[in-house]
Every structure is written in structure tokens, then in C-alpha cells.
């Protein structure tokens, strides 16, 4: 696969709200049975970027679906450089982000780490755990590979500091909807739609929404505010339930159509 040139991903879903499209970005947790085929599937059925998880025994931040497809990647053998290795033989022509913690890229070397997740073809990365205090070291052997950094910002954020983070994230401002972990909500919080209004008026990057986002009416409603949504548990659910890639493209052509009526 070819490698992403630097800023194709905020290129990417610039693209798509210049043009009055809602970004659609499903996240794939890698290692489970299949899921290379399920982000190709996505990419296919409308998706405007996948992100793709890579497995670590921490999650701090993953609810229960997206914990347990992690726990059994890993029993299955799921490493950084195998995920990776799998990753640069995917066949896709949207932007691909990889979502981990960072004592895997810690553990494997901040350099080396960026540096493979170039080589596999994905153009920007999230350190879920990652805190803006500390983000310097990372970010600079991102950049120094033109690896896209996208940093989360939580409905709590001060002005002064989801500014900054606006400031510093690439790629995109992941807003994240919900306090907590990931996982599916019966219905869109009201905090979904306040922190992304509030993002939108601090940037001119595009806004997508996470965390609690899981049908297509709660993907509508956040993104009649933000420029797109991730949707995480409710598509690795769909992976561990067995449906398999083709469950994971009928779901993201769902959410595709829910946008496109915006």
C-alpha cells in the first residue's frame, strides 16, 4: 500500500465538509477474526476514514464491547508490529488512523513506532491515554514522520485548554461525547451536541464526534453539529456477535444514509 503523504487525513475530511458531507469514521478493533476485510468493507460502503485499534491489556477508556474484542485479539496474538504488518497489506483508498495507548508506542520505542505505522500506510494516530501535558515527545516523532496526532476533548475542558487542544490536534478534534468509557447509549447526551459547539467555535479543523454515538439517529444528531461522527462499539459489536465484515458494512450504510439526509 502506498504510503499517506503528511496532512491527507484533515485533507481528506476537509474535503468532505467543504462539500457539505458528514464525516463518517468507524473504528475496527484489530486482531479479532476478519478485520481486515471489515475495514476494507467499510471503506467500501461509505466510510470517509476507519480508525483501527490496536489491542493493549489497559484500556482505560473502552467499555465493555470494545474491551472484550481487545482481550480477545490479544489471546489471539494481536501485536503492535503484527496489527501493523496486516495494516500495509489493506486494500483502501480512505485515510486510516490507528487508536491505542500509549505504553505500546512507549514500549516499542516513540520513534520506531510512528515510523511503522507510516510504513503500513496509516496517516495519523490517537494515544487515547495521552494527556496534553505530556504529548511533546510523541508528537514530535510524529511529526517527525508525518504522522497525524489527534487529540481528544472532553465535555469538562476548560475553554483555555480545549483551546489548546484545538491548537495541537491534527487531523481532526475528536469530541468526546460522553464522560466515561465507549460503549452504546440508547440515546445522544446533551453533552454530545455542547462540546461539539463548543469545539466548532474554537477551530476551523473538522469536528467528529465519539464516544455514545451508535444508531443512526444518535449519529444524525451529533453531527447536526459537528462535521461527522466515530462509531466504535456498535461496530466491533457486530464483529463479535459474528456477523462479520458484511454486518459492519450494513451498519456503516445506515449511518451513511442518516448523514447524507442532514
Known amino acids: 500500500m502506498k504510503l499517506q503523504?503528511?496532512?491527507?487525513?484533515?485533507?481528506?475530511?476537509?474535503?468532505?465538509?467543504?462539500?457539505?458531507?458528514?464525516?463518517?469514521?468507524?473504528?475496527?478493533?484489530?486482531?479479532?477474526?476478519?478485520?481486515?476485510?471489515?475495514?476494507?468493507?467499510?471503506?467500501?460502503?461509505?466510510?470517509?476514514?476507519?480508525?483501527?485499534?490496536?489491542?493493549?491489556?489497559?484500556?482505560?477508556?473502552?467499555?465493555?464491547?470494545?474491551?472484550?474484542?481487545?482481550?480477545?485479539?490479544?489471546?489471539?496474538?494481536?501485536?503492535?508490529?503484527?496489527?501493523?504488518?496486516?495494516?500495509?497489506?489493506?486494500?483502501?483508498?480512505?485515510?486510516?488512523?490507528a487508536m491505542t495507548y500509549y505504553n505500546l508506542a512507549h514500549h516499542m520505542g516513540l520513534e520506531r513506532f510512528a515510523s511503522e505505522t507510516v510504513n503500513a500506510g496509516i496517516c495519523g494516530a490517537i494515544m487515547a491515554d495521552l494527556p496534553l501535558e505530556e504529548l511533546d515527545p510523541w508528537a514530535e516523532a510524529a511529526s517527525q514522520v508525518g504522522l497525524a496526532t489527534v487529540l481528544l476533548a472532553a465535555p469538562t475542558g476548560s475553554e483555555q485548554r480545549l483551546r489548546a487542544i484545538c491548537e495541537r490536534s491534527e487531523g481532526f478534534v475528536y469530541a468526546v461525547g460522553v464522560l466515561g468509557v465507549t460503549g452504546e447509549r440508547d440515546r445522544l447526551a446533551a453533552s454530545a451536541l455542547e462540546i461539539a459547539g463548543r469545539l466548532k467555535a474554537l477551530t476551523s479543523k473538522p469536528v467528529l464526534?465519539?464516544?455514545?454515538?451508535?444508531?443512526?439517529?444518535?449519529?444524525?444528531?451529533?453531527?447536526?453539529?459537528?462535521?461527522?461522527?466515530?462509531?466504535?462499539?456498535?461496530?466491533?459489536?457486530?464483529?463479535?456477535?459474528?456477523?462479520?465484515?458484511?454486518?459492519?458494512?450494513?451498519l456503516v450504510e445506515e449511518l451513511r444514509a442518516a448523514l447524507d439526509s442532514l
Open 5 to 97: 503523504t503528511p496532512g491527507r487525513l484533515e485533507a481528506a475530511l476537509g474535503a468532505c465538509v467543504a462539500g457539505g458531507r458528514k464525516c463518517l469514521v468507524p473504528y475496527i478493533t484489530a486482531g479479532l477474526p476478519d478485520w481486515g476485510r471489515a475495514v476494507e468493507a467499510a471503506a467500501d460502503a461509505g466510510a470517509d476514514a476507519v480508525e483501527i485499534g490496536i489491542p493493549f491489556s489497559d484500556p482505560v477508556m473502552d467499555g465493555p464491547v470494545i474491551a472484550e474484542a481487545g482481550e480477545r485479539a490479544l489471546r489471539a496474538g494481536a501485536t503492535p508490529p503484527g496489527v501493523l504488518a496486516e495494516a500495509a497489506r489493506l486494500d483502501v483508498d480512505v485515510p486510516l488512523v
Open 209 to 250: 464526534t465519539g464516544v455514545g454515538i451508535s444508531s443512526p439517529s444518535s449519529a444524525a444528531g451529533a453531527a447536526s453539529v459537528s462535521d461527522g461522527v466515530v462509531v466504535g462499539s456498535a461496530m466491533v459489536r457486530r464483529l463479535l456477535e459474528g456477523q462479520g465484515p458484511d454486518g459492519v458494512a450494513r
